[in-house]
């Protein structure tokens, strides 16, 4: 069984809105940094929000602050990436991630690829202008 599923991706309306979800089987969310990166055709997969568990610090990148919003319940094992104000430019593949050294996350940073060992299969999200 994937450790992490993905689902959410459709295609949306330049302004409009799309909640991520993605599912964390096999583990408690405890404390570990857990994060949304997206990958578009061509470049490199770059982290949009982090979160870390234990304490429900959040960190964005510039590009998505104000409106993009990473949260999680740990009831469900879920974590979530809420998109408002969608632009073309969010045209990617959305991944969770998920750290098992919170401390490596410390070091690197929670939106660096190296902070994380498992990844989601991918959701596409497309914006239409």
């Known amino acids: 069984q994937e450790p992490l599923v993905d689902s959410g991706g459709e295609s949306v309306q330049a302004g409009g809105s799309r909640r991520l979800s993605c599912e964390r089987s096999?583990?408690?969310?405890?404390?570990?940094?857990m994060a949304w990166f997206r990958q578009a055709p061509g470049e490199e997969r770059q982290g949009v929000a982090a979160?870390?568990?234990?304490?429900?610090?959040?960190y964005y990148a510039d590009s998505v602050k104000g409106r993009f919003t990473i949260s999680q319940d740990k009831a469900k094992n879920m974590l979530y990436l809420q998109m408002n104000s969608l632009k073309p430019e969010d045209t990617a593949s959305y991944y969770c991630?998920?750290?098992?050294?919170?401390?490596?996350?410390?070091?690197?940073?929670?939106?660096?690829?190296?902070?994380?060992?498992?990844w989601s299969q991918g959701t596409q999200v497309t914006v239409s202008s």
């Open positions: 991630a998920t750290g098992s050294d919170p401390t490596r996350c410390m070091t690197v940073g929670p939106l660096l690829r190296d902070c994380y060992d498992y």
């Open positions: 096999g583990y408690t969310f405890g404390g570990a940094y």
């Open positions: 979160i870390y568990t234990g304490a429900g610090r959040t």
